[in-house]
């Protein structure tokens, strides 16, 4: 009598038959009750399986159960028992159903399809092909054996947004709200739907209390600043709550009409407290006391103020009779939808349902420097990922011309940058590639790093275009989207800071030439320079290879009424431990060649000074000194030019600052580009300020001319 029962349950997605996890309900009894049992599933938001290792599974996967420690066997297709080891023909529909195990009369445990059902799921429910019953689009799904037996319809309907009804028939109140720029909104605002509830004095019931209320939360779009809100019931106020505890009186419409709203909110709609409208002493009284004096208050402060609030009513103001009154009822200002005290929320967000009773929906209010559905990204040590700095900004299926300005000016920045990188990139490329510049080390550097400008500039544009076009109109083809995220800031992260060690070895190859003087042996320079560069790019690599194994590419739905609401988010995602690691990385490959750069330009500058001085002796050290910093001072001018150029990069790597507002994201693009200057201005820095290799690219545009115009006259 020690046996006991439990109770497996697995959980399938209706239409694509997707697993999403599994139950395990043991029976705490020596037999089996004959009373009913109740058990609530908690079925998560996303299907992320916690696969296991501690027992051997033949022919499947072990896997963890989502509300115990224990584990099981998730069998392949044509396997069964505890661990995967009894073959079994499955005779399940192969087309409309999945095998999923066997029972004990060795009978196939199918499921079906949508609109199919039987034993082997091979029988069609026709209720939704015969005729088209769910409207507006609605889709049609049949009922089965198992569920909602009761209910007189063969079907139900899921409608799209903006209709509701059994068969989708009933047209949604669309309700748009535009906020002004003036107000300071959170990113998740409460929206009170309040409906007036009359009271029939014919009919002996007691009457429900009115007004009532219902209530929902919304994500503000940061690209629009504004809400679009469907609403299938009938209402004839509406409030909006910001979670400071800030109220705005958005609709007043005495009989409720289905049609579409648009209201522009501005600080006028707020209402205030009463401790704003009088002094501490009445703000003190009783409710009873006070509320004699608040048609008062409407006239004093008319006609400016349309609504307030005690700390147990909600008053508007009106006129009647030409005399301006108040008019309040009781609303609870603590009311919280907590999800059943069920927080799915990450990072300390908040979780809030639409219904306290029968929740359809539940969305997460995220704290300061969080946003996802679930709070999960953050806005704060992203690097150089453009996700956090404009993927709320950017509105789907809109074209560039009718996108937000600071879209439209990345855009026209990006464009501006890759002109000027590749003309950059391709004049060094021309200057550096000449034979006796490459006679030494620094020609091999230098071309190097022509070559890596141009990469840093293809690349940094297809990264901007590419994910701009996939927040606009998200791609299909998945493998492109994880190759693209996984990808393009590794190799952008690589590049850079090739670039800075290249110019680097640059300065030091130059101060060893001035310290070897006439020892100096071009041809083992040139030998090392291809040592360092092959040893500097595996170093970079390695010390840099853990940002594309800690990246991940998310879909998610937003949370508001938009209807084209889908957001696609790369993400890396690094530990306390590798996020130090990280910021070691980054200010270790940042600093180290600028001290190069900056010790090599004394040494060059000191040692030769010091051999002027030897060969004129009439002139001092001191002299000779002043006069080669005013000769070599683009020494000393490049590397701190290269260097604050840079800095916004090594900030942007590990800012404890995040984006709060749309002026934060203004400050960080501008950061965001800044950081990509100095690979695109080389021929500047090394061209332009050299003698030598300014005669070189006057040489070889002699040399081409001479070959497009063979018969120009000279």
Request: with cysteine.
């Amino acid at each position: 009598m020690n046996r006991t029962y439990s109770i497996h349950i697995d959980i399938y997605e209706k239409i694509s038959l997707t697993y999403w996890g599994s139950f395990l309900y043991p029976v705490k009894f020596l037999f089996l009750p004959v009373h009913r049992l109740a058990f609530i599933l908690d079925i998560p938001f996303t299907n992320d399986h916690q696969i296991c290792s501690n027992i051997k599974c033949l022919h499947g996967r072990c896997l963890n159960y989502l509300n115990t420690k224990e584990t099981f066997c998730q069998c392949e297709k044509g396997w069964s028992g505890d661990y995967c080891n009894i073959p079994h023909h499955c005779t399940c529909s192969p087309s409309n159903s999945l095998c999923v195990g066997m029972l004990n009369n060795n009978r196939s445990i199918c499921i079906c399809r949508d609109n199919y059902f039987g034993s082997k799921c091979y029988v069609r429910n026709r209720i939704c092909d015969n005729s088209v019953p769910c409207e507006n689009n609605g889709l049609c799904i049949s009922h089965d054996d198992f569920m909602l037996s009761s209910a007189k319809q063969k079907y139900y309907c899921i409608c799209p947004k903006g209709f509701s009804g059994s068969r989708c028939q009933v047209m949604d109140t669309q309700l748009n709200l535009i906020f002004d720029k003036d107000i300071h909104l959170s990113h998740s605002i409460f929206i009170h739907f309040l409906r007036i509830i009359p009271i029939n004095e014919y009919i002996p019931r007691i009457p429900k209390p009115s007004p009532s209320r219902s209530t929902t939360l919304q994500t503000i779009s940061q690209s629009t600043n504004s809400i679009r809100i469907y609403w299938s019931h009938p209402f004839h106020l509406t409030f909006i709550e910001t979670l400071d505890k800030i109220y705005y009186l958005t609709v007043i419409q005495p009989i409720h009409n289905y049609s579409i709203i648009v209201k522009r909110i501005d600080s006028s709609f707020r209402c205030r407290s009463i401790n704003e409208l009088v002094n501490e002493t009445f703000s003190q009284l009783h409710v009873l006391r006070r509320m004699k004096s608040y048609h008062l208050i409407c006239q004093q402060n008319s006609p400016t103020l349309q609504c307030f609030y005690d700390d147990i009513h909600l008053c508007l103001c009106y006129d009647y009779q030409h005399k301006r009154l108040a008019n309040c009822f009781q609303f609870n200002h603590h009311m919280k939808f907590d999800c059943f005290g069920q927080n799915h929320c990450e990072n300390d967000g908040q979780c809030f349902q639409d219904s306290p009773d029968c929740p359809k929906r539940t969305i997460c209010a995220c704290r300061s420097c969080y946003y996802g559905s679930r709070c999960q990204f953050t806005t704060s040590e992203f690097g150089l990922s453009l996700d956090a700095i404009l993927a709320y900004h950017i509105i789907p299926n809109v074209n560039i011309f009718h996108q937000t300005s600071i879209v439209k000016l990345s855009f026209s920045f990006t464009i501006l940058f890759m002109i000027v990188g590749l003309i950059n990139g391709v004049l060094s490329f021309i200057t550096f590639k000449s034979k006796t510049v490459l006679e030494v080390g620094c020609g091999i550097y230098l071309l190097c790093s022509s070559i890596t400008t141009i990469l840093i500039t293809i690349l940094f544009g297809m990264k901007y275009f590419i994910y701009l076009s996939t927040q606009i109109s998200t791609p299909s083809n998945q493998s492109f989207l994880k190759f693209q995220c996984y990808s393009f800031d590794f190799l952008l992260r690589i590049c850079l800071n090739m670039d800075q060690w290249l110019n680097a070895c640059v300065s030091m190859e130059r101060a060893f030439t001035v310290i070897q003087d006439i020892q100096f042996v071009k041809k083992k320079s040139k030998q090392l320079a291809k040592k360092v560069i092959i040893i500097l790019f595996i170093l970079i690599t390695l010390t840099s290879i853990h940002d594309p194994i800690h990246r991940r590419l998310f879909e998610e739905e937003e949370d508001n009424d938009n209807e084209n609401g889908k957001r696609i988010w790369c993400i890396v995602n690094y530990s306390s431990k590798l996020q130090t690691y990280n910021r070691i990385v980054n200010t270790f490959l940042f600093f180290i060649p600028f001290l190069i750069n900056l010790i090599s330009s004394i040494i060059i500058i000191s040692k030769t000074s010091r051999r002027q001085s030897r060969l004129r002796k009439y002139r001092s050290y001191k002299v000779m000194l002043y006069e080669q910093i005013r000769n070599h001072q683009h020494l000393f001018i490049a590397p701190v030019v290269l260097f604050a150029l840079a800095l916004p990069r090594l900030i942007l790597s590990y800012a404890s600052k995040c984006m709060n507002s749309s002026k934060d994201s203004w400050i960080f693009l501008s950061g965001y580009f800044i950081s990509f200057i100095p690979p695109m201005i080389i021929f500047f820095i090394f061209v332009l300020p050299s003698k030598y290799y300014r005669n070189e690219y006057k040489k070889i545009l002699i040399k081409r001319s001479n070959i497009i115009y063979p018969f120009r006259r000279r």
